[in-house]
């Protein structure tokens, strides 16, 4: 089966670096994508590794390493707006078909 | 950027009812997912097609059918909804990245 773990909650500061871990064992695996939920939102695409290396996209980066199933999602110079769910999703083949399976999602609070 | 259009923000249905829930993407795209978002277990994947009247199960996909008669309208089909049925759907289309609509909360009495 498919199975992504990461944390469920994270709190931190303005201004703070965090970091999302997540791992995963799926069947197949072509990527590793992040989305963004607000309260009452619609989740919105973040990043996307399908090669081991760090994305930076502003104040946000991703990692993937494929050796390790890991990747983690690293938010920089933190507002009060990035409060939301974080998720990682892993992309299972290249072709036709192919499936997003999503991890539980990771709260993050920002305070002042 | 494609945009996913749901029908219905809210339902309410008492058990047994059939439920359809329709979802429209706008930029022809040959993926489209349904999804279920419950607390603490992120989004589970129901049921996807990647073309028209093509439909693979996800990972919950019991109680639940699909159609996709046009390339551009996917749909969830309830047959006699239950209460454990209650949730916030979300109908997905894109590859790599994927276009979300703004979700359906259902409530089944």
């Known amino acids: 089966g498919q199975s992504l773990e990461q944390p469920s909650e994270v709190t931190a500061v303005e201004g703070a670096i965090v970091q999302i871990n997540c791992t995963y064992q799926t069947s197949g695996f072509y990527g590793l994508s992040w989305y963004q939920q607000h309260d009452g939102g619609a989740p919105t695409f973040l990043s996307y590794n399908a090669l081991d290396g760090l994305e930076e996209t502003g104040r946000f980066s991703s990692f993937l390493s494929r050796s390790d199933s890991y990747g983690y999602l690293l938010l920089q110079e933190l507002q009060m707006k990035d409060s939301a769910s974080y998720f990682c999703?892993?992309?299972?083949?290249?072709?036709?078909?192919?499936?997003?399976?999503f991890g539980g999602g990771t709260r993050v609070l920002v305070k002042p | 950027d494609v945009k996913v259009t749901q029908s219905s923000r809210y339902l309410v249905k008492r058990t047994g009812e059939k439920v359809f829930l329709e979802c429209v993407q706008d930029?022809?795209?040959?993926?489209m997912f349904w999804y279920r978002q419950d607390p603490g277990l992120g989004l589970r994947l129901i049921y996807f097609s990647y073309d028209v009247k093509m439909k693979e199960k996800g990972d919950i996909p019991e109680g639940y059918s699909v159609s996709r008669e046009k390339k551009e309208r996917f749909s969830l089909i309830l047959e006699s909804a239950s209460t454990n049925q209650t949730s916030m759907y979300l109908c997905?289309?894109?590859?790599?990245?994927?276009?979300f609509g703004e979700g359906s909360r259902l409530t089944v009495l």
């Open positions: 930029m022809d795209h040959e993926n």
């Open positions: 997905g289309a894109g590859t790599g990245e994927l276009f």
């Open positions: 999703a892993v992309r299972d083949q290249e072709a036709a078909g192919n499936k997003l399976t």
